[in-house]
């Protein structure tokens, strides 16, 4: 799951991104029992710290009593130090992209700088987009280069092909698995095979008729009888 939004969507999809691991954030609903942690993050002209906004948007003091409830005063900079996504930041925060333009008159450029400075030291992964010359929302070459940018990075981040670790997998074959014959293969099988060597080097899935589904190199659906020797486990 990736999640984004610019300006105030920014700063919640960016507070999504590091306080995956904190419970009180999860709420009472009736699915906790389902992953919760989203894999990236696309933050646009997001504020990361809502205790230095005040004195430089003129709307800071109107729209954050809307959002926190409260205008900020010695009595509520908890309330905003705990709204913003730059004091939540730990080596666990999602992977993000963040997006400014750096002529934002509302929320400043820098404050993506701080949260993306933050992020690098805490070794997340995080990548900064400047857009020279553009205000807080984005159009056109703007908007055009932060949708490609944000797109491909939810491309690399959730479109990532996972590696299976072969050795780790013929150890926990061999101690659940077993020897069967080729006739009682049955779809959806582990089968281990030879590629670049005598010894087991690849699995697949059984897919029936004599096939088996494999990646070597690229995804493929390929006969048993293409000069591999086959082992098949259930």
Known sequence: IGVM???AGGHLAQFMG???DVPEFRG???HLDYPHRV???AAWSQASDFTREYGIWDRAGEVFKIFLGKSLTTETRRLHVRASPLFWVTPNATPSIILH???DPEVLFAQSVWIYDRLVSAEVDV???PLEGAGHSFSGKYLEKASASTIRFFDAHLKKVKTIDLEKLKIFWKRIGSDIDIMDAKKGDLVFFNIDSEAV???GIWCGNDSVI???GELKIQSIYDDSHTKLSN
């Open 5 to 7: 939004g610019n300006s």
């Open 18 to 20: 590091v306080t995956s």
């Open 28 to 30: 009472t609903h009736t």
């Open 39 to 41: 894999q990236c993050v």
């Open 101 to 103: 333009g750096t002529r």
């Open 127 to 129: 990548k900064l987009v």
């Open 201 to 203: 080097d690849h699995v």
């Open 214 to 216: 494999h990646c070597g």
